[in-house]
């Protein structure tokens, strides 16, 4: 029996809803609009794509977004120059500086810029310090999605062998410590892969729940998967193909196809991960207003 698909899609809209709910009665109640400011510096396709859906879904919920576009040769002072002077516009509640940057520029540098209470991406040192002893803060987007998702589809994390593939500060790292940690969407036991795992496979399907970001197109394939596992599969990859419009197709770290045969609930892509990191980014920037209006 092939697994059933856990829509990213669908759960993102109706979070949406609620979060536009909650801004139209943040705005009648207070009169404080969310606002976000987004940084991004060249033209990196994905980039730009996902930048535009962070818009579109902005005005969708009520929120204000204020776009920073500059060049790819910006230094290092200037991106964090515009970072300071978001940090001081008391019209911005959440900053987000769109990764990856020109190589130019120091990446941790002006995230460190950005003060903790506008951090909506859940990327600065305290921030992460505050997640990983358990306090109150902004949590990463693609990983507390991931968390959404397996809450709302009722898949119990306590007491599970969670495998996390890859070991990045933006998914590997995170979701681990949110699957571990002793909360709601929890207590799973953890193990991370990553390139020095000398046998992926003996690892993989060991998993309940198998979480891949990888970075690389099939990563992940039956056989590699425990029967009745659950599937989070966070990759996106641009495969060239002719036979496309655009002359390429997105797929994820996990060979859909053939994992779907074998797990009992699968992520695709798209439509799986992706949608709820925007909205999670929505969930932060509103928190944010909230919390800036004494609520």
Known sequence: ?????????????????????????LKAETGVTPGLGVILIGENPASLSYVTAKEKACADAGMVSRDIRLPATTTQEEA??????????????????????????????VIDAIIPEKDVDGFTP????????????FLPCTPHGII??????GVETSGKHAVVVGRSNIVGKPVSHLLMRK????????????TGTADLAAFTRQADILVVAAGHPGTVTGDMVKPGAVVIDVGVNRIPDATRPKGFRLAGDVDFDSV????SLITPVPGGVGPMTITMLLYNTLESAARSAGR
């Open 80 to 109: 964090i120059e515009w970072v300071r002077r978001l940090n001081d516009d008391p019209a911005i509640h959440g900053i987000l500086v769109q990764l990856p940057l020109p190589k130019q520029i120091d990446e941790s540098a």
């Open 1 to 25: 029996m092939r697994a059933t698909i856990l829509d990213g899609k669908k759960l993102a809209a109706d979070m949406r809803a609620d979060i536009a709910a909650q801004v139209a009665k």
């Open 183 to 194: 909360a709601k969407g929890g207590n799973a036991t953890v193990t991370v892969c990553h």
């Open 148 to 153: 959404q998702m397996l809450l709302s589809a």
């Open 126 to 137: 305290v921030n992460v310090g505050r997640m990983m002893i358990g306090k109150r803060c």
């Open 260 to 263: 779907s045969e074998v797990a």
